[in-house]
């Protein structure tokens, strides 16, 4: 069933999808009926002007908005009504638009704190520490380390994420979504504010998690070049409703996204 | 020159996880231990015991308590003298109902119990935050102060209200009471709080450790990675009361031999222990040890130094001694807002560094 | 390196108690507590202990010709503080310790006992140390809470011409252990008495008390009387004052009746009542030599401005008490320089009879005091005094008074045979 | 009416009287909190510090002179006979705002941007510092305060109420102390004094300016140093005027100090950042403690009046976790 795309990747069925979700804070709408699908290995980008809902999507997927009206059908089921906690070890990881890292804490200790959904060992072992506590966090800071080669971010890991320059900030946190090893992951734009050079990285580091652990990607982005390029199907919001849906191509096309970004008769 | 990492090169992550990894620190701490337990009580006479190193001691336990639960979860109590007083009564009465159980067995029951009502009272910080939560917490502090003093079954009825710590040994050797020779009682806490930091300091650098440290930076990022509140906080709840519970216990059964809640328990006892861990370091095991030292001993030295070097009126030395406290704790709090483990990490990269500091 | 180690050795130093006066002389260490919420009523009742000492040193170089240390430390009111105290200042030889705080004479009971100091704890402390058989090494004559509470309930059967049937009298309290003292008593006598006891308690620090004096205005009680400390007192007062409630129906313990507890209030203080154990007033011959040997020499304490308080009284009474058993005791023992042992021998055969007090200047200031072994307690006898708002004075409006020996002996037995079961202590023989 | 109706009305009433009383002293606390984001735990020593101040001026004490007698040996207590009162406050006031300049240049100038906790435990630091200095400036005995204000019970009041109960029921009327009167009525001309200050005054306004966004006050040239100043000296009045009240009741002492801890639970019911929030969250915490002593309280043994504002409080705060009044805390990731 999976259909191999242009470069030759695997995209699979679906993996999540929202059912008319319908969302308003006192009164005033965020989200108004809003549907979409996402698919099992393939990356996907909401995209939408300031204000669309895009962010809270991806609120309501993590579980810490609660929509008033809709559905969320996660790995072919509907989800119930839950914590965002437990929704995170249903296997979704994010990222934050602003950075939400946690600043008292060394790089290894945010990407350590990125596994806690795969850690087990209860409190007394955690105080005895010797043993078994001991060989769980072993086994997961080597795994975390794997990460940590991945992006590049070697020397810095024992130094307090708040002393970090911008840039590696998001590549940490990042790398801390990584670190979940989730089915999905949520990018809340991965590269607001970066230079040129450092979006490259970023974009590289995407399609390589992407590419080489398989992980389904949705991902919130402003830069429609870096949108048209990496994704494989777009999903367009504007003031809470969906305009549009599908390939880059067919996005790029669709009159009513023309519209909604560069305004009536240009 | 003396004092470097490089060349201390770590080939496994286990060494890179352990608990001082540099060499320096690692002989240094060791050295500390056995001169404590080694060497102090072949020293020790009643007044150290009672007016420096029990003090020192029992209020490390509290401030390892308090600092896991503000310091590393972020929730700022103000409960820490009524969850004391849980300790001390506990304690009271289990050593009352079981003469015969074993004294650290006691103090260790005593925490448990406390971390249970801990846990109750941890409860609202499910929903109140910050500075609502510290004042908040005081109900537990005022509620709990008041209960003991109403209910007579907390101090069996005796018809003055306080509790007194019956005698009980340890290896035929007293424990508790007026003939415990001051190094049995002094190396009784001492076990206990070396044992217990060590835990602490495992449990800090672990899963659970992280999970405190998560909700204290950020707790909502903190739930949607996958840390769940309710449990983070309780847990922290439950583990600073088993602290604190514990160092209630050893205040009233090895230190003090007798209390009273409002007297021994009272509000200036929660501020005291916030104190020591904003001035020792929040956040850390290190400082929570020397906030304790710094607020048990400056007012002893003070004195001494003041009344018995100086020769100056007691009641002066008094008021100037309350004035030195605050202009030292502004002071500090002005050098390095982060504590005094801050101050010592600082020293400690740059002595790493020394002579070349760049 | 050799900075930090000298740091260290200079922090050790400075931990290290101090203060070690000559062995050959007679040391009473004063724990005082001079700051926080109690410290107006400690710097008083200091000042007169100290001053006493003064006295004997400046006039009559010392007791028995050996001079007089007194070393004072601050304990703050805390038991914490108050226990440093004690072990800072009892290798110095110290001969008696007086904690002038309850919290604090519980820490001490184990530690004089097992250390062999007498400690006396006058009008406070452990009731129950009252029974010497138990209690070895604690003293608390001349009277206690007990004694305070029955004289208190006597003094109002004295008013009311005897018969208290159908009267309410209400015990308004500190809400913790030295609040609660009285209780037991109060309601051994109501059953005596016929009269109904009311307790309403009062938490610390108590400067709200609407609540508590609605509830008393509404039940209009004959009588009230208060075991307040600090705070509580003067609002108490200040209530009571404004709400109307005949001043002279409102009686309180000894520590809830200085010049602090009523000056706050005014002239409405007026008429106010405090149980005491000792005289009150400057009109003793003992202030003419104070005037001269101290005051003159600028060698008072304070400056000699608490001189004739009425906690300033007691301090001084606290300190005569001491120096005269101190007195007894190289007497008996025939020696200038004492131990505790034979300090508490001294104690034991105390005895200040009225040509015993007006040699020391205190004529009538306080009755008679017999202490033996197995009575630790004294005679239990309290008068009362009265405020007058414009004298600005307190003043004596009854005698003497005994205890209801029945009602109290039994509650000491009973509470210091629970101690000695608890702590597995044989009582003594007394011969 | 009968008299059991009467009862809980009088009880009412002086809760209401008692919560003003609270809400003086957490007023302090919510002004200086507003601007600069400062848990001022020294509000109850500043009050203590005022009122010592203010009786040393009306007294004619020297500053110091224990101290001075006891390095000198000489034996000098008062300069003379003291000064009225009006000038006395007007002299205290004087104080305080020297007080609050010297604090915002030796300390706070230090502190800023650190966290609220470093900040709350600095202004710990400086509530033991005044504790020390007042004591030694104006030595530590029971002083009494009074500047001529009303006291003791209305009769007017007593025999008005009297005739409200049924005849024959022997009620007594009920009970109001002029003081706590006369302190609701400074209470409310202060709150509007303050109102009308912050409203239409260039200072008030730029001091709303901070209390709502510090950075932007800062970007159109609002120095935040003067306005701390300003707040500071504020709230020393406001200490002020809670000190005079609180010492009328029971002497200027040490204790006057603890006033803060009946303060808190006002400031966590009301939200620390509102004014009206300071005045409703000590009438229903002064109702509602004074109430439940009079109806369960006496079951329970009494004394619960500490706890239960405490209670209360968070009982409030469960269902509104900023307080009633105070701003919504918006969660946003």
Redesign the interface.
């Known amino acids: 069933m999976a259909e191999p795309t242009q470069d030759g990747r695997k995209i699979g069925g679906t993996l999540l999808e929202v059912k008319n979700i319908t969302l308003s804070f006192g009164g005033v709408k965020a989200l108004t009926d809003i549907s979409f699908d996402i698919k099992e290995g393939e990356i996907r980008a909401i995209i939408g002007p300031n204000g669309a809902g895009k962010s809270s999507m991806l609120n309501v997927i993590s579980g810490f908005y609660h929509p008033q009206q809709g559905e969320v059908w996660f790995r072919g089921q509907k989800r119930a009504s839950m914590r965002p906690y437990e929704v995170a070890r249903q296997g979704i990881a994010r990222t934050f638009q602003n950075i939400a890292l946690f600043k008292g804490m060394s790089t290894l200790d945010n990407l350590m704190t990125g596994r806690i959904t795969h850690m087990h060992k209860n409190l007394f072992w955690q105080a005895i520490w010797k043993g078994p506590a001991e060989r769980e966090e072993i086994a997961h800071r080597e795994r975390v380390e794997h990460i940590i080669d991945f992006l590049g971010i070697q020397a810095i890991r024992k130094t307090p994420v708040g002393r970090l320059p911008y840039g590696l900030q998001k590549r940490v946190e990042l790398g801390r979504a990584l670190a979940a090893e989730a089915k999905l992951l949520l990018l809340d734009e991965p590269m607001a504010g970066m230079n040129l050079e450092e979006k490259e990285d970023m974009c590289r580091f995407i399609l390589d998690v992407n590419d080489e652990f398989g992980t389904t990607i949705a991902l919130i982005e402003h830069d429609m070049g870096v949108v048209m390029d990496l994704s494989d199907r777009v999903v367009v919001l504007d003031y809470g409703k969906k305009l549009a849906d599908g390939t880059p191509n067919e996005v790029r096309n669709d009159p009513a996204v023309i519209e909604a970004y560069l305004g009536v008769g240009h | 020159m003396l004092y470097r990492e490089s060349g201390d090169f770590k080939t496994s992550?286990?060494a890179d996880?352990q608990t001082f990894p540099i060499r320096l620190d690692r002989h240094m701490v060791y050295g500390i231990l056995a001169f404590a337990f080694l060497v102090v009580p072949f020293l020790i006479n009643?007044?150290?015991?009672?007016?420096?190193l029990l003090?020192f001691l029992v209020w490390a336990m509290a401030a390892l308590g308090l600092n896991i639960l503000?310091g590393f979860c972020g929730q700022?109590s103000l409960g820490t003298g009524g969850f004391m007083a849980v300790g001390a009564y506990a304690c009271y009465k289990l050593m009352v109902a079981f003469p015969w159980l074993n004294m650290f067995v006691v103090v260790i029951l005593a925490g448990l119990i406390t971390a249970m009502v801990g846990v109750l009272f941890g409860l609202?910080s499910l929903?109140?935050?910050?500075?609502?939560l510290a004042?908040?917490t005081?109900?537990s502090q005022?509620?709990l102060i008041?209960l003991f003093?109403?209910v007579p079954w907390f101090y069996n009825y005796?018809?003055?209200?306080?509790i007194?710590a019956?005698?009980r040994t340890l290896l035929g050797i007293p424990v508790t009471?007026?003939?415990a020779p001051p190094w049995m009682t002094y190396l009784f806490c001492l076990t206990l709080v070396t044992v217990f930091a060590f835990?602490a300091h495992?449990?800090v650098r672990?899963?659970?450790?992280?999970?405190w440290?998560?909700i204290?930076?950020?707790d909502?990022?903190?739930?949607?990675?996958?840390?769940?509140?309710l449990k983070a906080k309780l847990?922290a709840f439950a583990?600073s009361s088993f602290y604190i519970g514990m160092s209630g216990a050893m205040m009233f059964a090895l230190?003090?031999?007798?209390?009273?809640?409002?007297?021994?328990f009272?509000?200036a006892k929660s501020?005291l222990v916030?104190?020591m861990i904003?001035?020792g370091g929040?956040?850390s095991i290190l400082g929570s040890f020397l906030g304790a030292a710094f607020l048990t001993?400056l007012p002893?030295?003070l004195?001494?130094?003041m009344?018995?070097?100086f020769g100056?009126?007691?009641?002066?030395?008094?008021?100037?001694?309350?004035?030195?406290?605050?202009?030292?704790?502004?002071f500090f709090?002005?050098v390095e807002?982060?504590g005094l483990a801050q101050l010592w990490r600082v020293t400690k990269e740059r002595l790493r560094l020394w002579p070349f500091p760049h | 390196m050799k900075l930090k180690k000298m740091g260290i050795a200079l922090l050790a130093a400075g931990l290290m108690a101090s203060s070690v006066p000559a062995m050959a002389d007679l040391v009473f260490p004063a724990l005082s507590y001079r700051t926080g919420p109690f410290g107006a009523n400690g710097a008083e009742n200091a000042d007169g202990y100290l001053d006493y000492f003064a006295l004997l040193n400046e006039r009559d170089g010392g007791i028995g010709g050996i001079k007089i240390q007194t070393p004072e430390c601050e304990t703050e009111y805390k038991p914490e503080k108050g226990v440093e105290c004690y072990e800072s200042t009892k290798g110095s030889g110290a001969l008696l310790y007086q904690p002038l705080s309850t919290g604090i004479t519980y820490q001490l009971i184990p530690k004089v006992t097992a250390d062999k100091i007498p400690m006396l704890t006058p009008g406070y402390g452990r009731t129950s140390s009252a029974n010497g058989k138990v209690f070895e090494y604690v003293f608390n004559f001349p009277a206690n809470y007990w004694d305070g509470a029955s004289v208190g309930v006597k003094y109002i059967l004295d008013q009311e011409k005897g018969d208290l049937k159908g009267k309410k009298i209400t015990l308004l309290y500190h809400n913790s252990a030295y609040g609660k003292e009285p209780i037991r008593t109060l309601e051994e006598l109501s059953k005596k008495h016929g009269y109904t006891l009311k307790t309403i308690p009062v938490d610390s620090p108590g400067q709200e008390q609407k609540s508590q004096w609605l509830e008393i205005r509404r039940d209009k009680p004959d009588y009230v009387l208060m075991w307040g400390w600090g705070v509580m007192n003067q609002v108490a007062i200040g209530e009571a004052a404004k709400m109307g409630f005949p001043m002279d129906h409102f009686i309180g313990i000894w520590w809830a009746g200085s010049e602090n507890d009523v000056k706050p209030a005014g002239e409405g203080a007026n008429g106010y009542k405090a149980l005491t154990f000792h005289g009150v007033g400057k009109d003793f011959p003992i202030f003419k030599d104070i005037e001269t040997h101290l005051v003159a020499k600028g060698k008072a304490t304070n400056g000699g401005k608490n001189i004739g308080t009425a906690l300033y009284n007691r301090g001084l009474y606290f300190a005569m008490l001491a120096a005269e058993a101190a007195a007894t005791a190289q007497k008996i023992h025939n020696t200038k320089d004492l131990t505790g042992a034979q300090m508490r021998d001294g104690l034991e055969a105390l005895k200040l009879d009225k040509a015993r007090l007006e040699a020391l200047g205190l004529p009538n200031f306080a009755p008679e005091v017999t202490i033996s072994c197995e009575n630790h307690g004294g005679s239990g006898l309290v008068a009362v005094q009265q405020w007058d708002a414009k004298a600005g004075a307190w003043k004596l409006v009854s005698d003497f008074m005994p205890s209801d020996r029945e009602i109290i002996d039994p509650l000491i037995k009973a509470d210091s045979e629970a101690f000695a079961a608890e702590n597995k202590i044989t009582p003594r023989e007394c011969k | 009416m009968s008299p059991e109706l009467l009862n809980v009305l009088e009880v009412m009433l002086n809760g209401l009287l008692a919560g003003v009383m609270y809400s003086l002293v957490a007023l302090g606390f919510v002004l200086i909190y507003k601007a600069s984001g400062i848990f001022n735990y020294a509000q109850g020593v500043m009050a203590l510090f005022a009122a010592l101040t203010l009786v040393g001026f009306q007294t004619g004490q020297i500053p110091f002179a224990h101290v001075i007698n006891t390095m000198f040996g000489t034996h000098v207590e008062t300069w003379g006979p003291g000064v009225p009162t009006f000038l006395a406050i007007i002299l205290t006031i004087g104080v305080m705002v020297l007080f609050a300049y010297l604090v915002e240049r030796v300390v706070l100038k230090h502190m800023v941007n650190q966290a609220p906790i470093i900040l709350f435990m600095t202004t710990i630091g400086l509530a033991y510092f005044m504790e020390g200095f007042g004591d030694l400036m104006w030595g530590a005995d029971i002083k009494t305060m009074d500047v001529g204000l009303p006291s003791g019970a209305s009769t007017w009041f007593e025999t008005t109420t009297a005739s409200w109960a049924a005849e024959g029921s022997n009620y007594p009327g009920m009970y109001v102390d002029m003081l706590d009167v006369s302190a609701a009525g400074i209470a409310i001309l202060l709150v509007v004094v303050l109102t009308l200050f912050s409203q239409y005054t260039k200072t008030g306004r730029a001091l709303r300016a901070v209390a709502d966004d510090h950075q932007a006050a800062l970007t159109v040239g609002i120095s935040l140093r003067t306005i701390w100043v300003i707040v500071w000296s504020i709230a020393g009045c406001v200490a002020l005027v809670a000190g005079i009240m609180w010492g009328a009741k029971s002497g200027v002492q040490f204790s006057l100090s603890l006033i803060a801890l009946k303060a808190l639970p006002v400031l966590i019911l009301g939200g620390f950042t509102s004014i009206p929030g300071a005045i409703v969250g000590g009438l229903i915490i002064g109702v509602g403690e004074k109430l439940f002593e009079y109806s369960i309280g006496g079951m329970l043994g009494g004394a619960t009046e500490n706890w239960f504002a405490y209670g209360l409080a968070l009982f409030f705060l469960m269902f509104r976790p900023q307080g009633l009044f105070g701003e919504r805390i918006i969660e946003r990731v």
Not at chain 2, 206 to 211: D, F, L
């Open positions: 992550y286990s996880q009643d007044y150290w015991e009672k007016s420096v003090p503000t700022v609202p929903r109140i935050k910050g500075f609502y004042v908040a005081l109900a005022f509620f008041w003093n109403k005796s018809a003055s209200g306080m007194a019956p005698e009471g007026a003939e835990i495992n449990l672990g899963r659970i450790g992280r999970s440290m998560a204290r930076d950020m909502i990022a903190a739930e949607i990675i996958g840390v769940p509140p847990s583990v230190y003090l031999g007798s209390a009273e809640p409002s007297d021994s009272g509000i501020f916030l104190f904003i001035i929040l956040g001993l002893v030295l004195k001494n130094i009344v018995g070097g100056w009126p007691p009641d002066l030395a008094a008021h100037l001694e309350l004035l030195l406290i605050g202009a030292l704790i502004m709090l002005i807002p982060h």
